[in-house]
């Protein structure tokens, strides 16, 4: 489809303002998700009760996938509303389902008052949140793209996955609080919900700061927007761009999931380190997370998507596993931070480049809708599953290292993308573009 552009679109008047705007919703989707992985314990013992703690964690955990689940739906379906209606009033619908959730989990009786509804009610909380993720990431990324200054397209987007570390942090700081003035067993009874409680509190803030975005000037340039029927036809028939596109994402959402919502789990549950040593490790990953990946962006934006991409996914190739076997052998605070580090270090330049490289390779006039669609099944078959997916390697095969296996699976399927998108020095939408 063609789109005719006006020659003298608006300009912002505040980049660094419409940043911090537009990625506020991020926070909130970020620092609910990591709560519900911190607090997944909590959480299977208020939702999910067992008698076998692996068999609770993973019914908490498999939840957590399921609302992920909806995030191809989401970003189908509310993706082609912000390509049709806008990139403003779309982020604010997604702001809107996605407090829904955060409400609906934070607020939901035990299994013990409510029986079976309870867990049907937290899952509900996660589907809508799964909705709502589903095009929030591709809609911000895409507002940033396009307000991005020339040749600094990956820098730009790099701050959606910066404002995310931005949550984790803040949780951490929370949980941290929480774990140092209360009892272990009040935690695990009713203080987990406390930070979700925060979480509620800051939503006002956060919808006053999306209502004052501008919208952006390519799409206000554009006289023409397609329609939700356009939209879907053009998604069907751009399939392998999306498939590629899912594939470069895969390596970001695993990582980002492992170092994240599992690695408090992993740190507590399976190296049996302290609450305190678990949090402190995950504070300081999304401190180093947030310092990567604007350097990924820039990185990339100065040599290539390209060389970043395939470089950073090969050294997770090898030494994914190697390094959590070196930790699961004898673990303690010093190598646990140290593994976490290197991880962070990968995802975070990897995540700076992919999110410019993603808005690159899909179509302009479907860009919200296609990219979501990449990430959302990316993180909803790959991401998201990776706590699950963790606890059920190490049950199985009793090797607490095996985690690693899951991220290699990642890295080959991104390196395998990234050499058939950028095959003889074009991406494949100039491949495309050029032989249509």
């Known amino acids: ?228 029927s356009e939209v879907f036809a053009s998604a069907v028939a751009n399939w392998r761009i999306v498939i590629l596109g899912m594939m470069i994402a895969i390596l970001t959402t695993t990582t980002f999931y492992f170092v994240t919502v599992y690695t408090p789990t992993f740190g507590k549950t399976v190296l049996k380190l302290s609450t305190p040593d678990a949090l402190t490790v995950t504070l300081l990953v999304a401190i180093t997370n947030f310092f990567w990946n604007p350097v990924g962006g820039a990185v990339s934006d100065r040599i290539g998507r390209k060389p970043v991409l395939l470089t950073i996914a090969t050294l997770s190739l090898l030494t994914a596993y190697p390094a959590l076997h070196w930790l699961v052998a004898d673990p303690s605070f010093g190598k646990l931070l140290a593994v976490e580090m290197m991880f962070s270090f990968y995802f975070g330049v990897y995540s700076g480049t992919m999110l410019g490289a993603l808005v690159e390779i899909v179509p302009a006039h479907v860009r919200t809708t296609c990219f979501s669609l990449a990430f959302a099944l990316a993180a909803a078959l790959f991401g998201t599953f990776t706590p699950f997916a963790s606890t059920l390697l190490i049950d199985k095969t009793g090797d607490k290292a095996s985690p690693g296996y899951w991220l290699m699976i990642a890295a080959t399927l991104g390196i395998v993308a990234a050499l058939t998108v950028y095959r003889g020095g074009r991406t494949i939408a100039t491949r495309e573009a050029v032989a249509a």
């Not at 926070?27 to 692996?54: C, H, M, R, V, W």
């Not at 409400?103 to 309870?118: E, K, M, R």
Request: a positive charge; proline letters at 5%.
């Open 1 to 228: 489809m063609s789109q005719t552009i006006t020659s003298n679109p608006p300009e912002i008047k505040s980049r660094l303002g419409a940043i911090l705007r537009a990625t506020s919703g991020n926070f909130l989707e970020q620092f609910d998700f990591f709560l519900f992985g911190f607090y997944a314990s909590a959480i299977a013992k208020a939702f999910f009760p067992s008698e076998n703690e692996t068999a609770a964690l993973l019914n908490t955990f498999g939840v957590f996938w399921l609302g992920a689940l909806m995030r191809p739906v989401g970003a189908i379906v509310l993706g082609a509303y912000i390509d049709r209606i806008g990139r403003l009033q779309g982020l604010i619908v997604t702001l809107a389902i996605m407090a829904a959730g955060t409400v609906v989990i934070a607020f939901c009786p035990t299994y013990a008052t409510i029986g079976v509804a309870a867990p049907i009610i937290v899952l509900l909380g996660r589907l809508l949140q799964g909705f709502s993720a589903g095009v929030e990431l591709g809609g911000v990324s895409v507002y940033l793209s396009e307000i991005a200054t020339p040749g600094n397209r990956g820098f730009y987007t790099s701050f959606q996955s910066s404002s995310q570390q931005v949550a984790i942090f803040v949780a951490s700081i929370l949980g941290y609080i929480l774990s140092e003035s209360m009892p272990a067993a009040t935690v695990t009874a009713w203080g987990w919900r406390i930070p979700f409680f925060v979480g509620c509190l800051i939503i006002p803030l956060i919808f006053f700061l999306r209502r004052t975005l501008e919208e952006t000037p390519a799409f206000l340039a554009m006289k023409k927007h397609p329609t939700a």
